[in-house]
């Protein structure tokens, strides 16, 4: 039997997919909601969110997100189904997403699957995340100032690592840029910039192979990459700056991905296949927040609900 | 004596203004705010905001500005000043914003100034507004469902009256569109996707006179331009999509505008001066949303801070 056909699938349940589904089914279209297995996506993992507006005083991300699933079962009477996509099909109209057990069938597609900071892979590194170990320096570099030692360490060499240490500078005493490539390799006016301030430090050819503390992250393991030698580099705040790593895998090669494996979109949110939409951190975007995924889950269920309006049906 | 000069300032105090300024403050630079005669801005005047996220069953206008002010007031130690703005000359790199009592200079500005839907100008149409009359489907459609009947108008004949009516379509048991052309003059693709629907009545050549009620609207009344004569309509729900009205009266030409009058932008935010950014409703941008306009401060305050990195300081 061919399963039905929705107007709309939107794939995801974090800021972006949830804010997406809440819009199309407003703008009274039949929208069905693919949810993956983390209700909420990433921000649950968020110990306080301080950047979303309309929460004084902050919100844990699991409390935000609660409200926000809560905001979205209340208004459609459903609830995003826990199942994560294996496969996709959108070589005809009736575009096909298939999970372990079932294939969806939607005339539009907004995928909002997320990214997730990409990640050292040493020891130490989960244990330690959120105690020491940061991959956001817009929502966490207010925390150095609750440290004894206002020093932070950037891993990474790149326009990240650069643009994290930029936004360290104003809330720490020194920051330490560790790289294991030979030198920075960022936009030459952003590493000029970073090397005006006496206070940062860059050492290179430098990999980080643990991370060490007790209650909280006291010190990185080091090797240096020339001499093959170990290192134990005293701090409390290590931030990681190595990317971001999209969740793209389950679209085998469907959509047009930047290098860095992001969906990328005109400025409609619109994917390189007409009527398949992207929201959120997923896509190449210039600024991936909480906020900034929740306009784009907004704006991609307008303009999906629009291509099926002119697409008629 | 010269006044002091600030890395950023931002101008207006929705939710455009008020994000840009917590996310500049975070990013650790000096941002100064202007917020005003309506700190808050227009949302203010919402009486329930049923689609930002993280507010369950919905949140009043009020309620929502007041803790979003609270929060900025609580990161940033000060509150917007309630000054509105008069004037500017942004031709030195010093960029200066005139108001009644006072010039601020800035590195960079934000403008978040916002934009006020474009009125009818007819007697009855402040007192109904929210009572039988509304600016914005997205928001108030689902209030039809309270109505004892689901019937609506809409004003205007252009793209803005075209999407107020499909928004209403899933709705409304009826939608008649009333213009003062002789047809409509909308995109095709549109026009004809509105006229296959067989509960939408398109009535040319009447122009609204006055919004006519007692505690809510009932009726309103028409004026057929080609003989004259005159006609109460009865009706409880009545959109007006006639356009929205940017707030950009101040810049007296210092900026690239589009032709309904909103500040054209890059994909940065950027306007046609560098340095100089535009967020939310007052700037050219296909969703007026608070969510989008939220987003947009971000985006802007994220695109200033990079942009005082770089030309250095």
């Known amino acids: 039997m ?3 056909e929705h107007d709309l699938l939107v794939i995801g349940s974090g800021p972006a997919g949830l ?8 703008s009274g279209i039949d929208v069905f909601m693919l949810g993956g297995d983390t209700p909420g996506g990433q921000v649950t993992m968020h110990y306080k969110v301080e950047n979303f507006p309309g929460f004084p005083g902050g919100v844990t991300g699991a409390d935000l997100m609660t409200r926000w699933l809560r905001q979205v079962i209340d208004e459609t009477d459903s609830m995003p189904v826990s199942e994560s996509v294996k496969g996709v099909d959108f070589s005809r109209p009736a575009k096909e997403v298939h999970t372990e057990s079932a294939t969806y069938r939607g005339r539009a597609v907004v995928i909002a699957t997320g990214a997730g900071p990409r990640r050292m892979d040493v020891p130490g590194e989960s244990e330690f995340q959120g105690k020491g170990v940061f991959y956001c320096a817009t929502c966490d570099a207010p925390l ?3 440290m004894s030692r206002r020093r932070a360490v950037v891993v990474g ?3 990240t690592a650069l643009h994290t240490s930029l936004a360290l500078l104003p809330h720490a005493e020194s920051v330490t840029i560790i790289t294991r490539g030979e030198r920075l390799r960022a936009k030459p006016a952003l590493i000029k910039r970073i090397l005006k301030n006496k206070n940062v430090q860059v050492l290179v050819n430098l990999s ?14 080091l ?4 001499t093959g030698e170990f290192e134990k580099f005293p701090v409390e705040a290590v931030f990681v700056g190595i990317g971001q790593s999209p969740n793209t895998s389950f679209l085998g090669g469907a959509l047009h991905l930047s290098a860095d494996g992001s969906i990328v979109t005109d400025s409609s949110l619109q994917t390189s296949i007409p009527g398949i939409f992207a929201a959120g951190d997923v896509r190449e975007t210039p600024l991936r927040q909480i906020v900034t995924a929740a306009a784009d889950g907004a704006l991609a269920a307008h303009n999906a609900v629009q291509y099926l309006q002119i697409t008629g049906g």
């Not at 980080?208 to 393991?221: C, F, R, S």
């Not at 090797?223 to 020339?226: A, C, G, L, S, V």
Request: glycine share 12%; proline share 3%; net charge positive.
């Open 144 to 146: 150095l100032r609750t």
């Open 157 to 159: 060499g790149g326009d």
């Open 2 to 4: 061919s399963p039905a």
């Open 19 to 26: 804010t997406a589904g809440l819009y199309a089914h407003r």
């Open 208 to 221: 980080v192979k643990a991370v060490i503390g007790d209650v909280a992250t006291t010190a990185l393991l």
């Open 223 to 226: 090797e240096k990459k020339d």
